[in-house]
């Protein structure tokens, strides 16, 4: 690597929080853009709530923990955490208020001419009125559980993002002082209650329907306010893995702390009296800055499962289901077809199912002796599990790394590492002091030339289900070196071994990061040089210090670079004399932008790279990430497509101008561009094309034998 350079002044860094706040703005534009169909937009509106949340959970509750712990050290852009806590509070209190006026000024009207409508208590017929109380006393009352609260007894234990009804009670005879009482909406209900309705679909609130009977709950004693409301704890938490001799109970040790840790922000419902506030917020300890009184229904996540309900399709995105080329389709097996040449899909233009099929084939071959594969994120009723899981039954050698410490998955995980090691699977719980975010899996095949490796890339998960919602790319082949290299690489992390230097392929924390870093430099000395430089690159996040500090020089040095990037984006573009041949373009569409794409043109050979790792610090230093070089040329070119697309998106893209996003619009020269709608029309093309051409060509069916013989 080279010798660490000067750090450019704190002015030329975005905050890494604050630019967060900005692409979860950008997503909240989706959902105020009327071109969106309506329960699309309300899915956007649903997205940054569910967003927000996790904000809270894990940047907020870190940077409260460094306050308390009287941390003053500045970021890369000169602020303390005090000072970024001041801004995020101003900065997302502007984005609650946006959120709900998209809400109730936009989004609710429309959906009400949609036939779509929202009931309150008081403008219930006498139907739904008797409904609702038939409901309550049949389903709602057996289940809740008022809780009155002893002043003289610790607060009650409330659960992290969980509805509840804040009671205030008139005080007792004689006395003066206001009680209280709390009681959970239960999550075993639905939160929406469909109620009868001659002409489309009517619901009511579960929180309304408890607040409107709540006195029964109470029976003779006078209720002044019943305000839902709900709090947010810090899940900042890791597992000390030196303390933890078992990593395994470890994270069921996380998993429980964040059941009491510390309260990081409070919604409750705007018309709380400051009585009720006051109390809410000392019980729990509240910082006053990140109370929020909500102007309208709690948990706008919650509309998520209403704006994905059956019916009402003219109000929703046209669907675009993945392609699954000819040759790619049963009875086409993936060993023949990867013994023949490379594939790389692009995620979900083309079909996961290759993916699937190529583990579960896997699985039922006598001829394969082994599958080596690391899980961060699976789905619930995940085939890829279970085929590994029955590959292990069947006697073969199955190695999975299951990542215990992906945030919010960690439950699932041990779910599915208990289910794979009683199998037979070897299971190892990701790797000591690191998280494993690499996306891979190698099968060991015996053939008749000898032992042959087939291997699977990919910069997303292996889950089928986010596999239809994320771009990715996948990157399937059979070539010795890469097959080597993947042997290799789980041999080194899986045991004691040293750190090597593989044949192609380069994984952080070792030497990841180098290689970026040269790859940027060498590009720089080239256009020194008087060659032409150029750098392509697409990925989720851009915080790395270092690396920000490299693309600045090379800027400087007469390299243009064009940046992608989805999310967060420390980095500042077209400063004067700093990053004037910079672009950075963020695309948020109906599919979340997730592959991480590197292109270097090096002199006219350019080096195209797929990776799982963002450019963060946490990527490169702290995880298990690899960065794969794609040599193949039709796949270099389907990558190259894919990153000037990005790049010109006119429709859904927002080019960065220094610290501002701003929305690009079709001139009068261009046509309009939109990347996600032109990528499916290109698999649907792709899919056309083989069609095509394979109506031209006869096979006759060969005998199993023969088949397999090829």
């Known amino acids: 690597m080279s010798a660490k350079r000067k750090s450019p002044p704190p002015a030329t860094f975005i905050n890494r929080e604050l630019s967060w706040l900005d692409f979860n703005q950008r997503v909240l534009e989706e959902a105020a853009d009327l071109s969106v169909p309506l329960l699309e937009r309300l899915k956007f509106l649903a997205i940054t709530s569910s967003n927000l949340d996790e904000f809270f959970m894990v940047r907020v509750g870190g940077l409260q923990l460094l306050k308390t712990q009287g941390r003053t050290r500045r970021d890369a852009a000169g602020l303390t955490p005090t000072r970024q806590l001041q801004l995020i509070s101003r900065y ?38 008797r409904f609702i109380e038939q409901t309550f006393e049949d389903l709602i009352y057996p289940v809740i559980t008022p809780i009155a609260i002893d002043p003289d007894q610790p607060f009650p234990l409330l659960k992290a993002l969980t509805l509840y009804i804040a009671v205030r009670l008139a005080p007792a005879a004689g006395e003066d002082t206001s009680r209280f009482a709390v009681i959970m909406i239960p999550e075993s209900l639905a939160r929406f209650m469909t109620l009868p309705c001659v002409d489309g ?27 839902p409301f709900r709090i947010t704890r810090n899940a900042d938490m890791q597992v000390r893995e030196d303390e933890a001799p078992d990593l395994l109970v470890g994270m069921e040790d996380i998993l429980a702390a964040r059941r009491t840790s510390p309260c990081v922000r409070l919604e409750i419902g705007q018309h709380a009296s400051t009585k009720l506030k006051g109390y809410l917020q000392q019980a729990l300890a509240v910082d006053p800055v990140f109370l929020f009184q909500i102007p309208g229904p709690l948990d706008l996540s919650a509309y998520m499962g209403l704006a994905t309900m059956a019916g009402f399709e003219e109000f929703k995105s046209e669907s675009w289901p993945p392609q699954l080329a000819p040759d790619l389709r049963p009875p086409e097996k993936m060993f023949d077809v990867l013994a023949g040449r490379d594939v790389l899909l692009h995620h979900p233009y083309d079909s996961f199912e290759p993916v699937i099929r190529f ?16 899980l961060y994120r699976t789905s619930n009723n995940s085939p890829i599990v279970a085929a590994l899981m029955r590959a292990a039954e069947r006697g073969k050698q199955v190695t999975v790394i299951v990542e215990l410490k992906a945030r919010f998955d960690e439950a699932r995980n041990i779910e599915w590492a208990r289910e794979m090691e009683a199998a037979g699977v070897q299971v190892i719980y990701g790797i000591r002091g690191f998280k494993t975010h690499a996306k891979i899996c190698v099968v060991i095949r015996r053939e008749s030339s000898g032992i042959k490796r087939y291997v699977h890339f990919g910069t997303g998960n292996y889950n089928e289900k986010t596999a239809r919602l994320y771009t990715d790319i996948s990157y399937m082949t059979s070539d010795d070196d890469y097959g080597a290299d993947a042997a290799t690489f789980f041999n080194t992390i899986t045991g004691y071994g040293q750190s090597v230097r593989f044949r192609k392929i380069d994984s952080a924390p070792v030497s990841l990061r180098t290689r970026l870093l040269e790859c940027i430099e060498n590009e720089a000395a080239r256009s020194q040089q008087g060659q032409k430089g150029h750098i392509m690159a697409k990925f989720n996040s851009l915080v790395d210090p270092d690396l920000i500090k490299a693309l600045y020089d090379a800027s400087q040095a007469g390299v243009k670079i064009e940046l992608n990037v989805r999310g967060i984006c420390c980095l500042r573009p077209g400063v004067p004399g700093l990053s004037d041949r910079i672009t950075v373009v963020s695309v948020v569409d109906r599919f979340l932008e997730h592959s991480r794409i590197i292109y270097f043109r090096r002199g006219g050979d350019p080096l195209y790279f ?8 946490r990527n490169l230093d702290r995880r298990i990430e690899l960065l794969v070089p794609v040599e193949d040329a039709m796949a270099q070119n389907k990558l190259f497509t894919i990153l000037k697309t990005c790049l010109r998106d006119n429709v859904k893209g927002r080019e960065l101008k220094e610290d501002h996003y701003h929305h690009r619009k079709p001139s009068k020269k ?20 083989q069609e095509d051409e394979q109506r031209r060509i006869f096979k006759p069916h060969l005998p199993q034998s023969k088949r397999t013989e090829r």
């Open 610 to 617: 797929i990776s799982s790792a963002d450019w963060m610090p």
């Open 201 to 227: 679909h009517e619901y009511i609130h579960l929180e309304d329907v408890v607040a409107a009977f709540a006195d029964r709950l109470f029976p003779g004693e006078p209720i002044e306010e019943a305000v």
């Open 670 to 689: 261009s046509r309009a561009l939109r990347c996600q709608a032109y990528f499916y029309e290109l698999a649907q093309q792709a899919v056309r094309e």
């Open 92 to 129: 997302a209190r502007k984005m609650v208020r946006d959120q709900y006026n998209c809400f109730q000024h936009d989004l609710e009207p429309a959906l009400h001419q949609a036939r779509i409508r929202r009931v309150m208590s008081p403008q219930l017929d006498q139907e739904q009125l």
């Open 359 to 374: 583990v579960e084939e896997a699985a039922d071959d006598p001829d394969v002796l082994a599958i080596k594969q690391i």
